[in-house]
């Protein structure tokens, strides 16, 4: 069905890989449309959780296709950047998490990508970076939106003038991912985080991510007004009313995300 993109479902998880090997998996159009529509057929019901990676163990994603970008003009580059953008931003409000396991160069594109998932781990061979000045273009998948709030206003503008990449040493350093482990064990790690995610609460989680987003950039008081009205949604689930009820006749808790 899809060219450019791997699906692999592992119980209440789903796997999605870019597959592009020539190019380091950069991203074109086309893999942006495909992503596009892997998201909006996405079963936020059955799936508890989604991990994103790359094809091979070089890269994860190499940025956006500068071959397809290079002859671009004024509108259309606008365009390209904000189908980008809106891919991710798609990501970043799926309601499952979303997890990058980045298995090799995340740059422009690919750390804007790794960026708007709601967690990133990587291989010790991972490399980050938003190297677009270099290019005469600036981040245009949302890396200045985002970059900064990860990681504090002067990292995200050092790593965006100078345009270096950081190893994953580096990264987990300055929090830009959460973990760093070996090529050969990073969808194990992967999937031992998504598993975990998917025995909670679904709609608790969801609520969780909602609230963790909206409340970012919200005034203090009205961040806390915000999630006491989502809490108090809580009480009406079928979820929480098990998860107590197992707590308090100290069983395991089942919950079918109603
Ligand atoms: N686009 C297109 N092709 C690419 C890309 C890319 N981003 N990255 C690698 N490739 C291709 C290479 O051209 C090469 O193709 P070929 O074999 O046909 O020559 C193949 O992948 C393998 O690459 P290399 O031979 O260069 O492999 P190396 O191991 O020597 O180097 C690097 C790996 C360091 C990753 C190197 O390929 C590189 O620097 N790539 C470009 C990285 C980059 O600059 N990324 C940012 C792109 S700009 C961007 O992402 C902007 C996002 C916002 C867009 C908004 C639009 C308006």
Redesign the pocket.
Known sequence: MYNYIKIEERQAVMILTISAP???N?LNSTILDEMNHFLDHFDCNKYRCLIITGDGEK?FV??????E?ANLNVPQ?QT??SH?ANVFRKIETLHVPVIAAVNG?A???GC?LAMACDIRICSDNARFGQ??VG?G?I???SGTVRLARLVGMGMAKQLIYTGKAIKADEALRIGLVNAVVSQAELMDKALELANQIAANAPLAVKAAKLCINAEYDMPMDEAITYESGIFGHCFATEDQKNGMKAFLNKEKPVFNGK
Do not use: R
């Open positions: 020539k190019s380091l950069a890269s190499a940025g956006a296709d500068i071959s970008m580059g390209f950047g980008g160069f740059l422009g594109g804007e190297p677009e290019l273009i981040p245009g998948f």
